[in-house]
């Protein structure tokens, strides 16, 4: 429990103490598309309550700007809708984001139990060293020793083996997820851009056919 509320915490704050800071900076790209979502909605919400009170305005102000403005209000409520819509594509595009970031804390997981098991050979070998220079070395106590010593190195080098290919194929994993996160992020541009063109061309023509 204490470990997931340690991650959680880590994945959450800018503070690099708390995690491992050759990931800050994906971090920090996480944090800062939650801040462009965020944006989006509220910029989706104001736009749509500014149509809203437009309309509200000109239904007092004579039956031309009533018409002119309503048709108007309209439109900025359906550019508002395509703001909205663009902010939505961020949810899967943090996800391909927290993908990699995932990838990567696995990989400085079996750095931090490659470590860890490097440690624990450098003691044991000491253990084995002492117990060999002893004038009489116990047999079964340097033989017991001299076994986790041959068991550790096999596991270290199986972990440098597993590191070594898992940081081949993270490259290519990153190329992959970033292609995809950022198709997401231009096709939702160029969609939310189109949607807003289309509004801005027939709100142009409400304005200059009615020539008001």
């Known amino acids: 429990m204490l470990k997931h509320a340690a991650t959680k915490l880590a994945h959450s704050t800018t503070l690099p103490v708390l995690g491992n800071k050759e990931?800050?900076?994906?971090?920090?790209?996480?944090?800062?598309?939650?801040?462009?979502?965020?944006?989006?909605q509220k910029l989706s919400s104001d736009l749509s309550r500014a149509s809203d009170t437009l309309k509200v305005w000109a239904s007092n102000e004579g039956e031309e700007l009533e018409d002119i403005l309503g048709a108007s209000s309209k439109l900025l409520n359906?550019?508002?809708?395509?703001?909205?819509?663009?902010?939505?594509?961020?949810?899967?595009?943090?996800?391909?984001?927290?993908?990699?970031?995932?990838?990567?804390?696995?990989?400085?997981?079996?750095?931090?139990?490659?470590?860890?098991?490097?440690?624990?050979?450098?003691?044991?070998n000491r253990k084995v060293n002492k117990l060999g220079s002893a004038s009489r070395p116990k047999a079964k106590n340097l033989a017991d020793q001299v076994e986790l010593a041959n068991r550790t190195r096999e596991q270290i080098d199986?972990?440098?083996?597993?590191?070594?290919?898992?940081?081949?194929?993270?490259?290519?994993?990153?190329?992959?997820?970033?292609?995809?996160?950022?198709?997401?992020?231009?096709?939702?541009?160029?969609?939310?851009?189109?949607?807003?063109?289309?509004?801005?061309?027939?709100?142009?023509?409400?304005?200059?056919?009615?020539?008001?």
């Open 23 to 40: 990931l800050k900076p994906l971090q920090d790209l996480i944090i800062a598309e939650k801040t462009v979502l965020v944006s989006l």
């Open 158 to 212: 199986a972990l440098n083996e597993e590191i070594t290919n898992e940081e081949a194929a993270l490259m290519d994993y990153k190329k992959r997820k970033a292609r995809a996160w950022m198709e997401i992020k231009f096709g939702g541009l160029l969609e939310c851009c189109e949607k807003g063109s289309i509004a801005c061309d027939f709100g142009k023509l409400i304005i200059n056919v009615r020539n008001f």
């Open 78 to 124: 359906q550019f508002s809708l395509a703001l909205y819509q663009y902010s939505s594509y961020q949810y899967a595009m943090r996800e391909h984001m927290k993908a990699v970031r995932d990838r990567e804390e696995a990989l400085e997981e079996l750095k931090r139990r490659r470590r860890s098991l490097l440690t624990r050979s450098q003691t044991v």
